[in-house]
């Protein structure tokens, strides 16, 4: 039969074996700080502190990421601020050299400088690289950063190709057609007894033009000069990110295979001016071709430039002129007269040029001489050469069979930094819009990196709040209160010390009644 005593002494040792447990439990979460410390302390929320954690392991690399693309992005804006500023040297140097006060050797010492800057660009973009990989030189394409914990969560960054041969002026011109010619708006021209020459620019020679900001058509009117265009072209550069600019070139010579010697000419000239400004020279015409003297007309042209905004320039040789009007106004010819002459043989020959100078055989007119017994005065008109720009590529769509475009303008080219000639006074002037253009690119990619900054920025902040708050989430589940698991152990410690005494008195109590028995 079992005794009280013993029944007694059972149920103490059970409470304090519980009570020794609940004791070092509580003993290991004051040591650790933590609530649970193994899955048998709280088996879901064991699960849930895991995910949390490699939630909150995932976030802080995703933190890392972001703070490289920043780097990275800092590294390449400011390889770029030093294509900026190259590029302002070489735009300099350009205005420099677009005046005649310099001579060819003086030319040659700004192109000089201009190519070594040019040489320094290249290097730049060659040779920037952030962690061994090259950022600048078109390889950097479609990059992929995980700046989040989950796969979607990514950043995609390209960097465009800052090598001189990508960078600058993306061109379209219209065509240089002879004038009679659908797809043409460089030259018109009549020919004829008291010919009254008007625009062959028409209604439904609109022009559709897609560029990087987006799409706009232009709508031509009929009789539009160049620079008429161009304003429409400029005022949807908002639309479309392409601008234009138009300038009417001529070059006029003189022959005569019957009369040469000193001969009046005479003949009405328009430009910006809408009412007939008469020009009056004596010219020597000669023969051969490149043998005449047109310093007089030149000099006739030119004291009438405030009012037409055309400028003569008399070649080396003297035997030819070029007419430039810079807005891309129409320049108009009327009543040509050679008064003296009353040969058939005695002409002049009008040939359109682009905006760079450069000759189009297609665009030539000659007239038939004009006596002071008829009445036959010859009349040309030639229209400006509008070109297109922008710093990326563009279309330009035009109607077939308008004067604007012929039936497939096709893509704009390239005109590249890496090209640049400023050893002459229109390849200077050239330069210029090709360096402005460039300088878009450059500006837009500085943009870019910006924004990418701005972005990262805003990524790091981000994630280090969610971060946070996750780690604070994960505490709430894992981290022990120190004041209750104090108070469970000093209860515990009380309990075990109530126990242990109980049973050493019961144990005393037995050896009194052994005594006895003794």
Do not use: W
């Amino acid at each position: 039969m079992v005794s009280v005593s013993t029944v007694n002494t059972h149920a103490s040792l059970k409470h304090i074996i519980k009570t020794e447990r609940e004791m070092l439990q509580a003993m290991e979460r004051i040591s650790s700080g933590k609530r649970i410390n193994n899955a048998g302390d709280d088996a879901a929320g064991a699960a849930i502190s895991d995910r949390m954690l490699a939630t909150v392991r995932a976030l802080d690399m995703s933190i890392r990421n972001a703070s490289d693309v920043l780097s990275m992005a800092q590294v390449a804006e400011s390889a770029i601020n030093e294509h900026s500023q190259a590029l302002q040297r070489i735009r300099e140097l350009s205005i420099q050299a677009a005046t005649d006060i310099l001579n060819a050797e003086q030319r040659i010492y700004l192109q000089t400088e201009a190519n070594q800057l040019i040489q320094e660009m290249d290097r730049v973009a060659r040779d920037t690289t952030f962690n061994e990989i090259a950022v600048l030189d078109g390889t950097f394409a479609d990059r992929r950063f995980q700046i989040g914990s989950h796969e979607r969560e990514k950043a995609v960054i390209s960097v465009a190709n800052m090598r001189v041969d990508k960078i600058g002026a993306y061109q379209s011109s219209t065509s240089m057609d002879e004038a009679g010619t659908a797809g043409n708006l460089a030259s018109e021209g009549a020919v004829g007894a008291n010919a009254s020459v008007t625009s062959r620019v028409v209604d439904g020679d609109d022009l559709t033009i897609t560029g990087l900001v987006g799409q706009s058509t232009i709508d031509v009117k009929a009789g539009h000069s160049a620079k008429d265009i161009v304003e429409l072209v400029n005022a949807k550069f908002d639309s479309t990110g392409v601008s234009a600019t138009a300038t009417t070139t001529v070059k006029i010579e003189a022959t005569s295979s019957d009369a040469a010697g000193s001969h009046v000419v005479t003949f009405n000239l328009f430009g910006k001016n809408t009412t007939a400004q008469a020009i009056s020279a004596t010219i020597d015409v000669a023969a051969a071709a490149g043998s005449s003297d047109l310093t007089n007309l030149r000099d006739s042209i030119n004291a009438y430039t405030a009012n037409t905004g055309i400028r003569a320039t008399l070649s080396a040789d003297k035997s030819n002129i070029i007419l430039v009007q810079d807005e891309g106004e129409d320049l108009i010819i009327e009543a040509i007269d050679f008064a003296t002459v009353s040969n058939a043989n005695t002409k002049f020959t009008f040939t359109a040029m682009s905006q760079d100078q450069t000759d189009s055989a297609a665009t030539q007119i000659t007239t038939a001489v004009d006596t002071d017994s008829d009445n036959n005065n010859d009349s040309v008109r030639f229209t400006g050469q509008i070109t297109f720009h922008s710093s990326q590529t563009f279309t330009i769509a035009g109607n077939s069979g308008g004067g604007l475009y012929e039936a497939a303008p096709g893509t704009a080219t390239l005109n590249q930094v890496g090209s640049i000639d400023i050893r002459t006074v229109a390849g200077a002037v050239d330069a210029l819009k090709v360096i402005d253009r460039a300088l878009d690119r450059v500006h837009m990619e500085r943009a870019k990196f910006g924004a990418i900054m701005s972005r990262m920025n805003v990524v790091i902040d981000n994630l280090t709040n969610v971060s946070t708050n996750q780690q604070t989430s994960r505490s709430r589940i894992t981290d022990a209160n120190f004041a209750a698991e104090s108070a469970r152990l000093a209860k515990s410690q009380i309990l075990q010390q109530s126990g242990m005494n109980m049973i050493s008195q019961a144990s005393r109590t037995m050896q009194n009644v052994l005594i006895l028995f003794q």
